[in-house]
């Protein structure tokens, strides 16, 4: 009797790794096959624009898993496989070697791209982006002492590789079209506290600026330009604005797409038997009754066991309150929620601001919508909880530091 198809994950990512520790911790005895195209073990990313940048961290460190975990569990890792197509009819997807596997159930975890600067000179040697392992050895080698260092993009990746940059001793600076850094992650209030940041440690912004060309000398970029005109002169250019969803897979299997992989709360897609996490997944969720689409590491770290334990059959939802992170310098921040402008109208502070020792909370129509905290520790399972209870905090109770946030 032929063995039943696999459970095909695609995508050998943190959120790929861990639906398929999940499978196992659940009992599932099938195959499972994890397709990744790196050669690298899965691993988590958020090391590549901080610890392992910077190094400070080894680079064994990163891994989700060590290679033994894969054979003892009985996990069919592939890596350095591309695969370039999936028939759902047929319930297989293709690789670049010309091999097709069959599968019962399908993950896709497909990750996401850097946004390319579609510029003239955007080629040449020394424009670098940040998303494999490769990159962050490579852009940890350019970060060299006294270099002039030109960064497009004053989002996430961009401003912790500013950070990384000043510390090895580079001259940086950012160039962004909006009028503050992390505006659009942020809204304006707090973008303007990481622009200050930034700008106490030596770093130059650009603000309402793009960079229209990029000139070079041999094939290596030397110079910016931006769209004022001003040529900035240039050893590296790190590219931070933003990534694609990788997609092109979930179109071919006949998925409905929209900027993701549309998918449920339980990461189901249109297609009953394959199942997405991740960066690529726009899944639906109760706490914002709508579609959302997020790229950050817990996405990945809690998407992938909801997905493996949704192609188990399980009832099971994703629904946690988003969460992300980040080290800059000596300020270490966390999130809870998605406080992108529009999404509040009001923002109260709990501790010094001017001191980058605080908590800062949105609130739309007096509900609490995110918080962040600010060089200020163990509250962020408080500031969730409140975030998903939907209610409306006293402002002024809000901003008192002696009123514990669990009573509030």
Known sequence: MAAEPAFVIVGASLAGAKAAETLRAEGFGGDIVLLGQETELPYERPPLSKGLLLGKDEKSSIYVHDAAWYQENAVDLRTGVTVTGVDAAQH??????????????????????????????????????????????????????????????????????????????????????????????????????????????????????????????????????????ARLPADVVVVGIGAVPNTALAEEAGLEVRDGVVADAALRTTDPDVFVAGDIARYYHPLYDQQIRVEHWANALTGGPVAAKSMLGQRVAHDGVPYFFSDQYDLGMETAGLPEPGSYDRVVYRGDRDRREFIAFWLKGGVLVAGMNVNWWDVNEDIQSMVRARREPDADRLADPDVPLSEL
């Open 92 to 229: 297989e997807v293709r690789t670049d070697g010309g091999a097709t596997v069959a599968y019962r159930k399908l993950l896709l975890a497909t990750g996401s791209s850097p946004r390319r600067l579609r510029c003239p000179g955007g080629d040449l040697d020394g424009v670098l982006y940040l998303r494999q392992v490769e990159d962050s050895e490579r852009l940890r080698s350019a970060l060299s002492d006294g270099a002039q260092v030109v960064v497009v993009g004053a989002g996430w990746i961009g401003l912790e590789v500013t950070a990384a940059a000043r510390e090895a001793g580079c001259d940086v600076t950012v160039v962004e079209p909006e009028p503050t850094a992390l505006h659009r992650q942020l809204g304006p209030e707090l973008g303007a506290v990481f622009t200050a940041l930034h700008i106490d440690h030596g770093v130059t912004f650009r603000f309402g600026e793009t960079v229209t060309e990029l000139l070079g000398s041999g094939g290596r970029v030397t110079q910016a330009v931006t769209s004022s005109g």
